[in-house]
Each structure stands twice: as C-alpha cells, then as structure tokens.
C-alpha cells in the first residue's frame, strides 16, 4: 500500500543502507517493503504486519501500485532501505514455470497505468472483505492477481488481499523467504540509487496523461491505457482523439526516448561503448541484460499498437503516437543493440549474454518490419 518513497538521497552515502541483491532474485519472487512515511505505521498496525507494501519482480524489473505512481516499474537498484529488515523477499515454493511467468508477465504489462485506489486499499484492511470487486488497483491486489493469473492463489480473496495475507503465506508453507536477498548497500549503490534518472519523469508523463483521458471519457470501467484506446474507439469522436493526443504530448509522454538518448549517448556511440568498457565503467553482461525487458515489452506491444491503428483507418492521432512511440523504441534498441554487437565482434567476445543480445537483435528487426 505503498503512498510515496525517498527520492533524493540527501547524504545517504555517509549511513547505513541496504539495497536488493539482484543476483538472488529470481522472477515471480514477492518483495515486501516496510515503508517510511507517516501513513505506513498505520497501514503496518491496522494489517498487523511489519510490512506497509509488496510488490513482485518481473523481467528484471518491480512491478507494484503507488498512489502518486499508479501501476508501473520500479528499477530494483534505484532505491535501498535503513535496515535488512525493512525488505523481505518471498518465493513460491512449488516453482513457476515459463507458461505460468508469461501469463504474469502478461497480466502485469495489462496493469500498467491502472489508477490507484485508496477507498479499496482501505477496504482490503479490514476484518469483513467485500465480496464484489471495484475498480483500481493497490499494492497487494495487483500482486496477489499477477500471480493468480500465474496460477497461484495466495489468499481466498485476491482482490482485499493485504501485505499481511500474502507474508503469511511463509507461514503456511506455500512462499520461502530468499536468504540473502537483501544485504548492506555500498556508498557507490547509494549514490546510484537515489541520482536522477530517467524512469520516474516517464512515470510521471504516463500518470499525468492516462488520469487526464479517464476524466474526459469519464467512464468508470476505464482503468489503464489499453481501456483508453478502446474506449476512444468506441466513441468515434475526433475531439476526444484532439484532447487525448494534447494530453499525451503535453505530458513529455512522447519525450522517452529523445530524453535515454542524450542522457545515455555511449550507448549509442560505439567508441564511448568502447571506452566505457575498457574502462570498467559499464558491464557488457548488465547492458546486454537491460535489453531484454526493454525488448520483450516492446516486441509486446508493437502488434496490438499497430492492429488498432490500421483497424481504426488511421483515424485517430492518439493510436498513432502509441504505434509511433513503440516503432521508435524499437529502433532505439536496434541501434542499442547493434553497438553492443559491433563492440562484441570487434573484441571478438562470444558469450551466452552476447548470444542473447543476438537474438535479441533478430526479434526487433522480425517486428521492425512487421514479420
């Protein structure tokens, strides 16, 4: 139930912090968060648990619903805590399999952007569940139906679940904690933990334009962003497309990759790749393994973005900029891709990542060029 985080790290560096280790977690893995904020004391007392929010780790990258963020992806190693206790990663017991991960995987992409909740979060704390689901979404719901849709039910009512229901499922045999998980964070971890980035000023766009669009159609059913383009296509009306595409744009939404670009030119610049290399400054291993979330989501997303703008005629502005954005971010990682393989041959690597990074590059030219 997570409101708000630390965003700055104000001298951190010079305390004690804690951050995930990456190399222990594995996909599907539930983490727990204690939280810091006024609210999270009251949230932990009511539920009775030591934890405020939970979130899941997918495709290198932690799912969860905010108040300020809505439902989206939070960088593992883009936060720490003040002590090892204030995190806690669960694993089913039982395993999940790719099939059971993709149907995860799936759901929790279709969450993206759906709104937060207070009055439902409100309501899975207490005693006596409702017994009919309301729209939005909250920290425990969003977790505990990513994993039903994996086929793995951590509580009777999956929709009023709460961040104790799912803990106590250590209790009940069916989720192990992950020893080691999380460990003492270094000055370097800290610092890079909490300087600027570009994720939450996406966040932020995609926020700001999907809550403007749901109060211009002014639908209840209307959650997340695919509930938007159907619903602007069921409405036929090109001053709803005018004002949701003015939306879009005025959020910085369509800014994404212009902005990853200039922060991140050695990425795209095979000398500075090279240099940055050589330098122990960037790890081949890390840059090729950013890529793959970075892909399978956009490779995702290309079809359905494409289908409903051909579908719709190219009748409205909206579709087009969601085609054109996802068209853009293939390309961008095509170019990503190619340096990593150019700098790879040109040093004659030859690993399993760097094998990976090649199929990564046939999957975004397949989509490229719509085959």
Same mark, same amino acid.
């Given at each position: ?119 439902? /979060? ?5 005693? #006596? ?8 979404? !909250?920290?425990? $719901? @969003?977790? +505990? ?110 800014? /994404? ?5 200039? #922060? ?8 500075? !790749?090279?240099? $940055? @290399?050589? +330098? ?92």
């Amino acid at each position: 139930m997570r409101v708000e985080s630390e965003s700055a790290s104000g001298g951190l560096e010079n305390e004690e912090r804690y951050v995930l280790e990456l190399n222990a977690l594995k996909d599907g893995d539930v983490i727990l968060e204690a939280g810091y904020a006024l609210h999270s004391a009251a949230i932990k007392a009511a539920i009775e648990s030591s934890y405020s929010h939970v979130m899941i780790y997918l495709e290198r990258s932690i799912f969860e619903a905010t108040k300020n963020g809505s439902v989206f992806t939070r960088v593992p190693n883009r936060f720490t805590v003040k002590s090892a206790n204030d995190l806690k990663v669960l694993r089913y017991n039982d395993g999940l399999n790719s099939e059971s991960l993709d149907r995860m995987i799936n759901h929790a992409r279709g969450q993206v952007a759906t709104y937060y909740s207070v009055p439902e /979060a409100v309501r899975s704390a207490k005693g #006596k569940k409702p017994t009919v689901k309301r729209n939005g979404q !909250f920290c425990s $719901r @969003l977790v +505990a139906e990513i994993l039903s849709a994996g086929g793995v039910k951590v509580a009777k009512n999956i929709h009023y679940c709460s961040p104790a229901d799912i803990e106590r499922t250590q209790e009940s045999g069916m989720f192990t904690e992950v020893q080691d998980a999380v460990r003492k964070a270094t000055p370097a971890e800290i610092a890079h933990a909490y300087a600027g980035e570009l994720h939450p000023k996406h966040q932020k766009a995609t926020v700001q334009w999907t809550k403007r669009a749901r109060k211009l159609i002014d639908r209840k059913h209307v959650q997340n962003m695919n509930d938007i383009f159907q619903a602007l296509i069921d409405s036929r009306s090109l001053a709803l497309d005018k004002q949701i595409a003015s939306a879009m744009i005025d959020s910085g939404y369509l800014d /994404a990759y212009g902005d990853e670009r200039a #922060k991140n030119a050695y990425r795209v610049s095979i000398e500075e !790749f090279f240099r $940055r @290399l050589d +330098a122990d400054q960037i790890s081949l291993t890390d840059e090729i393994i950013k890529e793959v979330s970075v892909v399978r989501n956009l490779v995702r997303n290309i079809g359905p973005a494409r289908e409903n703008f051909r579908n719709t005629g190219g009748f409205y502005r909206v579709l087009k900029i969601e085609k054109d954005i996802c068209e853009q971010g293939l390309r961008h990682a095509s170019e990503r891709l190619g340096v990593i393989l150019a700098v790879c041959a040109i040093k004659r690597i030859e690993s399993e990542e760097v094998e990976i990074a090649h199929r990564l590059s046939i999957s975004v030219s397949r989509a490229l060029s719509g085959s």
